[in-house]
């Protein structure tokens, strides 16, 4: 309802003032050429300005003769019900200079102004062009949706039963305002809307019911018409309590899957926790947040908006069961949420965090379902982009909630939570805004020293997809990690002005990392205490070795040895009965992982494992510590592989590799223990992306094969 100069979706300029009341206003547009100001007016007084800065954004080649300006209509992409205006215009003029004082009245400017460049009167108009008065050979196209109507705003007409509540009615800009006197007796009635304002002139009697009316003028007097019939209002004072203790079960049906067992031959073996996808809601199950009860049960929730509560059955606790006999239980226990990205059980609740609020799902009678969703925290503003997903869940000790907000796709944030990390208090009170300048962060890991590890993906200055160590700001300013779309004041492009990541990923690598976690089993032997990370675009899990050298963090990433799931896998939790990893993930965006959704549950098999745990980069050389001995005779310095590249940080999206390099290994050294093999690295120095490829053989006589992508940000001594 309100003035807007939109560039598709480059930037917009909003004013403040609704206009869609009924009654007739003059409007204007005033542009600054040198700098992209841009003023708007409503009748005569300035409304809002912002400035429309395209430069570099729109394609130059565009000839000048194929730019149109829409007034009243949007592109077909733009947000529903309506994409055009819907009222009646008037008198359009095109002036070739700025406006000084600009008129409450249009008719006030005079029609005989050298700078009138185009003028087009609408009234009465009914063909699909109408010629400008100042140059009839110009003409202007008009396109019409409905039928023209009375633009008149027609009065809301509503009420009260029974008429005798401490309540009245007031009127204020063409709304209705029920004002309730505060008192100690509880009060119970129906308040009704006329669902046809025309019908309000019918004769009623309703002497029980106190009625009002609004009309379109900003009248402090409210019109006070008969009442229509309110015969089928019963029982309009009914007690609402038993309404607020739950209702029967909406999805009654539970349904039962199997477990398939995954190959244990190797380090890790895969299982696959069938979903119900054959299910009387037709309801689609990408999955995009789990977590577990304290009785085993599992909660996921889907990006299409629901919450499943998992029941693993006696069969399902072993990993030798047949897919013959079910072994777990599916009950849709919530739907209607709006796309959710990351789910975490507090005291027993499930908590979900979905692109408008953090949520928390209250069953109310016991019986499994939820019966009503308690907005926690919604401060995180949302707007019509598509891009601004509310990615991750996680809690510290104290009971902060924290997650990401992505950033808008190529254009400037619009609100202040665009592109950054988020903490929420416990209560729901309170947003702090922890780090900025993020572009997509699927997902958020808490670190024991209460630091941050959170991905980014690729984009306009993003030159590769990216792991960053984030600390929070004390009382100091949230860290910028190098999106300038993001929200914030940074002005300075420059790589120095960022917080360096952990790493870089290049897309062959990993096209899409999702969330990291930490190893908390000790199920999962000499990996425990490590860091892993998700990979959304390749379905695949990787290890960070990484170090602190000063203040910064490095390190990088190794596949995991096992085949890639079918889905993209992004977030995942160690189960705290069996202390195997379980994860989930879907496909909704670019991906190489194209299976809708999954449930899997990761094992260690407790077979030697042969990766490395630990990587560091000295003036001395790289080092590797794996988790079993190398076999001495295998350290062959042709079986050993370095090379390196950079990349450039700029407004485009991406980077392709520059000054790509190999770098001869000239020596390779074993360790007493046999695990730590150091590599002496010709020309070895910072570098934003190095791969290290290694065939090595292990102590036992098994291949130790693996590449590792890594950035160095400083050699240590």
Request: aromatic residues 8%; hydrophobic residues 40%.
């Amino acid at each position: 309802g309100r003035l807007d100069c939109d560039i598709g979706w480059i930037v917009a300029v909003t004013a403040k003032t609704k206009v869609d009341d009924g009654r007739w206003h003059t409007v204007a547009l005033s542009r600054r050429p040198g700098d992209g100001g841009v003023r708007l007016y409503v009748d005569g007084r300035l409304d809002g300005e912002g400035r429309l800065n395209v430069a570099g954004r729109l394609k130059a080649e565009n000839p000048r003769a194929a730019n149109v300006v829409r007034i009243g209509f949007t592109a077909p992409d733009f947000p529903r019900p309506a994409t055009f205006f819907q009222g009646a215009i008037s008198e359009v003029r095109f002036y070739q200079r700025r406006l000084g004082d600009v008129p409450a009245d249009i008719d006030r400017l005079p029609s005989h102004d050298p700078a009138l460049r185009s003028r087009f009167l609408l009234d009465g108009a009914t063909g699909p062009r109408v010629a400008d008065a100042t140059q009839p050979a110009r003409t202007m196209e008009v396109r019409r949706g409905m039928a023209p109507t009375d633009h008149r705003m027609q009065p809301i007409v509503a009420g009260f039963v029974p008429g005798d509540a401490t309540a009245e009615w007031k009127s204020s800009e063409g709304r209705l305002l029920l004002r309730i006197a505060a008192g100690p007796r509880p009060l119970r009635f129906t308040v009704w809307l006329q669902s046809d304002a025309a019908t309000a002139a019918e004769p009623a009697l309703a002497a029980s019911s106190a009625v009002a009316a609004s009309s379109a003028a900003k009248s402090p007097e409210v019109n006070r018409p008969e009442a229509p019939s309110l015969a089928a209002i019963a029982d309009a004072d009914r007690d609402l309590t038993a309404l607020t203790r739950g209702g029967p079960p909406r999805w009654p049906h539970a349904l039962d899957t199997h477990v398939a067992a995954g190959d244990d031959r190797g380090p890790f073996a895969a299982d696959v926790f069938s979903a119900p996808e054959t299910n009387p809601w037709l309801a689609q199950l990408r999955f995009t947040g789990l977590d577990f009860f304290a009785d085993g049960r599992i909660a996921v929730c889907t990006w299409d908006g629901d919450v499943w509560l998992v029941e693993p059955l006696a069969a399902a606790n072993g990993p030798s069961n047949g897919p013959s006999a079910p072994s777990l239980r599916w009950r849709r226990i919530a739907s209607g949420m709006f796309q959710p990205l990351g789910l975490k059980i507090v005291d027993g609740r499930i908590h979900v965090i979905c692109r408008d609020q953090l949520a928390v799902l209250h069953d109310l009678n016991g019986d499994g379902e939820i019966d009503f969703y308690r907005c926690l925290n919604n401060d995180h503003q949302v707007t019509e982009h598509f891009h601004e997903f509310a990615m991750g869940l996680q809690t510290d000790a104290a009971g902060n909630f924290y997650y990401a907000k992505s950033a808008c796709h190529g254009i400037p944030a619009v609100v202040p939570h665009h592109g950054t990390l988020l903490r929420v208090s416990p209560d729901g009170a309170r947003t702090d805004v922890l780090a900025v300048g993020f572009r997509a962060a699927n997902g958020v890991c808490l670190n024991p020293d209460g630091s941050f590890f959170v991905t980014d993906q690729e984009g306009f200055w993003n030159p590769k997809n990216r792991i960053n160590r984030v600390v929070p700001p004390g009382a100091g300013r949230p860290g910028f990690h190098g999106n300038m779309l993001g929200y914030h004041d940074v002005t300075d492009a420059s790589d120095e002005a960022m917080i360096p990541p952990l790493c870089w990923i290049t897309n062959a690598f990993d096209r899409s990392p999702a969330e990291l976690l930490w190893v908390t089993s000790d199920r999962w032997g000499p990996l425990e205490g490590s860091l892993l990370s998700l990979s959304y675009g390749y379905g695949k899990v990787f290890l960070v070795p990484h170090e602190q050298v000063g203040d910064v963090v490095q390190g990088g990433l190794l596949e995991l040895p096992l085949p890639a799931f079918p889905t993209g896998v992004m977030r995942g939790r160690f189960h705290p009965a069996d202390g195997q990893l379980y994860l989930c993930g879907m496909f909704a965006w670019a991906g190489n992982a194209t299976q809708p959704g999954g449930l899997y549950r990761l094992r260690a098999t407790g077979r030697p494992m042969h990766l490395p745990v630990r990587l560091q980069a000295a003036e001395s050389g790289l080092s590797l510590t794996f988790t079993e001995p190398l076999d001495p005779a295998s350290l062959d310095v042709e079986k050993v592989q370095v090379r390196r590249w950079s990349l450039k940080r700029t407004a485009a999206y991406g980077s392709k590799h520059y000054d790509e390099r190999s770098l001869p290994v000239r020596r390779a050294l074993l360790s007493a223990d046999g695990k730590t093999v150091t590599l002496d690295v010709a020309d070895l120095r910072p570098t934003w992306c190095m791969e290290i490829v290694y065939s090595l053989r292990g102590a036992d006589g098994r291949p130790v094969q693996g590449t590792l992508h890594n950035t160095i940000h400083r050699l240590g001594r």
